[in-house]
């Protein structure tokens, strides 16, 4: 018998559950995106997230287990993401999990949204062995994840200001271009020249990451150049964030002496992110995951994933546990 795990994620913008079996067999993953309620306020509104959290998640969980085929009594265990993130937003996700945990009598698991991240490298391959270097870029995280084992990581950097996401978010809403972001700057970049404007590559020492310098150098050049192409400002913004992103990832991968590298989080959709992560492992003989698209965004399936991991190496979290929108990894 699989271990069937429902996942439950409304950390942020998306609400979202998933069935999972043996943290590695998706079954079904259902994501309703609050994108369109948010992007006139050009970021997250938490009140709006928490209120249509409410609204979106039965139908969401019950969307997840019809389309997987099961019921409620066929899962054994579900998992929720308590943190880091929005506290009204998990307290919506984590209230549906232990409510459901309850009237069926399964162990609830509480699953940390950057772990659930580093998991969605193991949904794409599942016979995936640590240790591995996992570079985790989203809107609100950008880290770089030595995980030497289940349950055991070291964090060998991360911004000392904006996250890349964030970063990609503010330089689009300077643009006019709409939230979020980093979807738009990506498609625009693609008829840029990315050569067109030499944008700073910070902390080029050092494996922590910065690009709030990075932002004011945009904003400063198209204000001094408004006749400027959004495309090329496009490309030459996003190829200074991946150079920088590349960059530390394979020095910490070298230091670390790892032989497999992977991404993760909703930056990690960027295609010419992709493109460079590929070929600088191929060029250096290291393997990489780079996972579908639809696991590097929030989704349920990494917390259902994350979850099965839990609970293979330790105990359910107790009922009475709380989230934490602080958590680290
Ligand atoms: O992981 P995620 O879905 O939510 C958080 O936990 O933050 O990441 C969302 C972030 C946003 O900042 C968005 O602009 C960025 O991921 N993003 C991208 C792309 N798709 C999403 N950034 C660059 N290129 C993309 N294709
Ligand atoms: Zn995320």
């Known amino acids: 018998m699989p271990t069937r795990i429902l996942g ?103 699953v940390n949204h950057l772990e659930a991240h580093l998991y969605a490298a193991w949904l794409q391959e599942p016979a995936l062995q640590p240790p591995i270097v996992v570079l985790l870029v989203s809107g609100g995280h950008t880290l770089l994840v030595v995980m030497e084992d289940h349950g055991r990581y070291r964090v060998a950097g991360q911004t000392v200001d904006d996250a890349a996401g964030e970063a990609f978010d503010k330089v689009a809403r300077f643009l006019g271009l709409g939230y979020p972001g980093g979807p738009v700057i990506d498609r625009l970049a693609a008829s840029g020249d990315a050569n067109a404007i030499r944008f700073p590559r910070a902390m080029r020492d050092e494996v922590d990451f910065s690009f709030a310098g990075l932002k004011t150098a945009v904003v400063n050049h198209v204000r001094r150049n408004p006749g400027t192409s959004v495309p090329d400002v496009a490309a030459s913004f996003q190829e200074a964030v991946v150079d920088q992103l590349v960059d530390k990832l394979f020095t910490v991968a070298g230091t670390a002496g790892v032989g497999t590298v992977a991404i993760g989080g909703g930056v990690a959709a960027n295609s010419r992110l992709r493109e460079r992560v590929g070929d600088e492992a191929a060029a250096r003989g290291l393997r990489v995951f780079l996972p579908p698209l639809e696991l590097c965004t929030d989704n349920g399936a990494m917390i259902a994933a994350a979850g099965w991991w839990q609970l293979a190496r330790g105990a359910p979290t107790p009922l009475d546990a709380g989230i934490d929108p602080n958590l680290r990894l």
């Open 8 to 110: 439950i994620e409304t950390s942020c913008d998306e609400t979202a559950a998933a069935v999972v079996d043996d943290g590695r067999v998706v079954r079904s993953s259902v994501v309703s995106s609050q994108v369109d309620l948010h992007a006139r306020f050009g970021g997250v509104v938490p009140e709006i997230a928490s209120r249509a959290h409410v609204e979106l998640i039965n139908e969401v969980v019950e969307e997840a287990l019809v389309e997987a085929g099961t019921e409620l009594r066929d899962l054994d265990a579900i998992a929720a993401c308590h943190g880091p993130g929005l506290a009204g937003a998990l307290l919506v996700g984590v209230s549906a999990a232990k409510a459901l945990a309850l009237t069926a009598d399964l162990p609830y698991v509480g």
